[in-house]
């Protein structure tokens, strides 16, 4: 059964540095996203993205924040100087666009920022 | 703004209990509701769904009935099993827009013991 895929699975950074986190999604799918679960918090969206440019963000998704589909598969977030804050599970996750929003998730990265 | 709040965890059962995680919304408009399962390492499974008050989604077991005038959506199950142990996430989201943000509760992690 097709699937979504993260990687890596836990990520260690230092407070500044710039981290980017890489998704596969389903391939037949149009649309993606990013959301993240701050340790014993809500899962909480990020942004949504589909023919090549953003969709939906919320308030998280500031400028240190942005995503790319660089190639026909992978579908990347990147966070330009990481603070402790962003220390979070990030889940990736695609749809088709058929007017049914069910959404696929990928197992997630731990992102760890000392 | 919209919202969803589930009961507090975890939710400690022995095999074979009734198992009841509760989950209301605040939404405007009319939005579908979701739960979603995670298993130790693995992301976010659709569970089951209802897309219009009154809708009973039901799968492996679990049952969840669309209540506008209580706004829940109470996730049910009659006999739990060992397996079912897993965190459980109740969100909405507006489905006939493909891209729109899933709004997560905070998730419920039910511990089931033989």
């Known amino acids: 059964e097709p699937e979504v895929t993260q990687t890596p699975s836990h990520q260690v950074t230092q407070m500044g540095q710039e981290v980017i986190l890489r998704c596969v999604p389903i391939s037949n799918h149009l649309y993606f996203y990013w959301y993240r679960q701050i340790l014993g918090q809500k899962v909480e969206f990020l942004v949504s993205f589909y023919n090549n440019e953003i969709s939906e963000k919320s308030e998280i998704f500031d400028d240190q924040f942005s995503v790319e589909r660089p190639d026909g598969s992978n579908f990347t977030l990147k966070i330009r100087s990481t603070k402790l804050e962003d220390s979070a599970m990030y889940f990736c996750?695609?749809?088709?666009?058929?007017?049914?929003?069910?959404?696929?998730f990928g197992p997630g990265t731990r992102l760890t920022v000392l | 703004g919209n919202s969803v709040t589930q009961m507090e965890g975890p939710v400690t059962l022995s095999e074979e209990a009734f198992l009841t995680i509760n989950c209301t919304y605040t939404?405007?408009?009319?939005?579908?509701l979701f739960w979603y399962v995670q298993y130790p390492g693995e992301g976010l499974q659709l569970l089951l769904k209802?897309?219009?008050?009154?809708d009973k989604g039901s799968n492996k077991g679990f049952e969840a009935t669309y209540r506008k005038e209580t706004t829940s959506f109470h996730l049910e199950k009659g006999s739990v099993q060992v397996s079912d142990s897993a965190v459980y996430f109740c969100?909405?989201?507006?489905?006939?827009?493909?891209?729109?943000?899933?709004?997560f509760g905070k998730g419920t992690t039910l511990s089931v013991s033989s």
């Open positions: 996750a695609s749809s088709r666009t058929s007017g049914y929003n069910e959404q696929f």
């Open positions: 939404a405007t408009g009319y939005p579908s």
């Open positions: 209802a897309t219009k008050a009154d």
């Open positions: 969100a909405l989201s507006w489905a006939n827009q493909a891209g729109t943000a899933l709004i």
